[in-house]
């Protein structure tokens, strides 16, 4: 059978374009890999426990990832002690490889958020050095530290605190005896501690909920005695929680409380973000 000369012309171009095709080369052109975002150096330092004088360094523990020393201390160094928990004077170091500005580092013990300092400037390679006063608990301690907290890449480190002592607040001591005396008399029974019910218990609790308030709104905006006031939050957090509080704890929680609402930069900050109201602490 004979092909009409059209369909025959066809089939010649159909075998010119294949083997065309086949002379060239395939390619293609490659994906590029994701580039995988910075990991941010770890920053690394020191832990110090103080005495109460806030400068004499009892033990301290290095800070750095995958290490957990244990340091020691007693509870007569405490600064405040009430309801199984001590207050101490705590040296922490800083160290970053990278300069960073105002950062957060926050404390936690045994999971709960014992003290918090903002709005820390770090030079690259420098040491930062700041003193802080969180609660611990008697006995022992898991103690988190959260470096550059609210940073998408946080740096964390761990050290244990073995707390020796009860963490009660004291009993007033017995008189000394003398000479003339026919019997010492008992001492004095301690005062009962201050519970839900009572007006300084209503006195402890309006002062937690307004610093809890206090604590978010001045948060970041340059108060000076923010840390003091991040402090004093999370004694006053631990009383809430307690139920019930040492009369001598109470009375220095208290005074802490009332220099702050004294101060009249704390006053000017309040009112800046309470706006239109005149409210006095």
Same mark, same amino acid.
């Given at each position: 059978m004979k092909l009409h000369p059209i369909v025959l012309a066809a089939f010649a171009l159909l075998n010119l374009s294949l083997a065309h095709a086949a002379d060239k080369p395939v390619t293609t052109t490659p994906t590029a890999a994701p580039i995988a975002a910075p990991i941010a150096a770890p920053i690394s330092g020191m832990f110090r426990m103080l005495k109460a004088d806030g400068a004499t360094a009892i033990s301290q523990a290095i800070l750095a990832p995958g290490v957990m020393q244990l340091v020691g201390v007693k509870a007569s160094d405490a600064i405040v002690a009430a309801n199984g928990r001590c207050a101490f004077n705590v040296r922490i170091d800083e160290v970053s490889p990278l300069a960073l500005s105002a950062t957060t580092t926050r404390v936690y013990s045994n999971d709960t958020l014992v003290a918090q300092v903002t709005r820390l400037d770090l030079a690259a390679k420098t040491l930062k050095s700041f003193v802080t006063q969180p609660y611990l608990y008697a006995g022992h301690n898991n103690v988190k530290l959260v470096f550059n907290?609210?940073?998408?890449?946080? /740096? &964390?480190?761990? =050290?244990? =605190?073995? =707390?020796?002592?009860?963490?009660?607040?004291?009993?007033?001591?017995? @008189?000394? @005896?003398?000479?003339?005396? &026919?019997?010492?008399?008992?001492?004095? @029974?301690?005062?009962?501690?201050?519970?839900? %019910?009572?007006?300084?218990?209503?006195?402890?609790?309006?002062?937690?909920?307004?610093?809890?308030?206090? =604590?978010? %709104?001045?948060?970041?905006? %340059?108060?000076?005695?923010?840390?003091?006031?991040? /402090?004093?939050?999370?004694?006053?957090?631990?009383? &809430?929680?307690?139920?019930?509080?040492?009369? /001598?704890?109470?009375?220095?929680?208290?005074?802490?409380?009332?220099?702050?609402?004294?101060?009249?930069?704390?006053? /000017?900050?309040?009112?800046? &973000?309470? @706006?239109?109201s005149d409210r006095k602490a």
């Amino acid at each position: 059978m004979k092909l009409h000369p059209i369909v025959l012309a066809a089939f010649a171009l159909l075998n010119l374009s294949l083997a065309h095709a086949a002379d060239k080369p395939v390619t293609t052109t490659p994906t590029a890999a994701p580039i995988a975002a910075p990991i941010a150096a770890p920053i690394s330092g020191m832990f110090r426990m103080l005495k109460a004088d806030g400068a004499t360094a009892i033990s301290q523990a290095i800070l750095a990832p995958g290490v957990m020393q244990l340091v020691g201390v007693k509870a007569s160094d405490a600064i405040v002690a009430a309801n199984g928990r001590c207050a101490f004077n705590v040296r922490i170091d800083e160290v970053s490889p990278l300069a960073l500005s105002a950062t957060t580092t926050r404390v936690y013990s045994n999971d709960t958020l014992v003290a918090q300092v903002t709005r820390l400037d770090l030079a690259a390679k420098t040491l930062k050095s700041f003193v802080t006063q969180p609660y611990l608990y008697a006995g022992h301690n898991n103690v988190k530290l959260v470096f550059n907290a609210e940073s998408a890449t946080p /740096s &964390v480190a761990w =050290v244990q =605190v073995m =707390v020796d002592g009860t963490c009660m607040a004291s009993l007033p001591a017995a @008189p000394a @005896p003398t000479a003339s005396a &026919v019997a010492p008399k008992p001492p004095a @029974p301690a005062p009962a501690p201050i519970k839900a %019910g009572t007006a300084d218990w209503n006195n402890l609790f309006n002062a937690y909920g307004y610093s809890n308030y206090a =604590v978010t %709104g001045l948060k970041g905006k %340059g108060y000076r005695r923010y840390d003091e006031l991040a /402090s004093v939050n999370a004694a006053l957090t631990a009383a &809430v929680k307690a139920g019930a509080i040492e009369r /001598s704890a109470y009375a220095a929680l208290m005074a802490r409380w009332a220099a702050l609402t004294n101060d009249a930069d704390f006053r /000017s900050a309040m009112a800046k &973000v309470v @706006p239109g109201s005149d409210r006095k602490a």
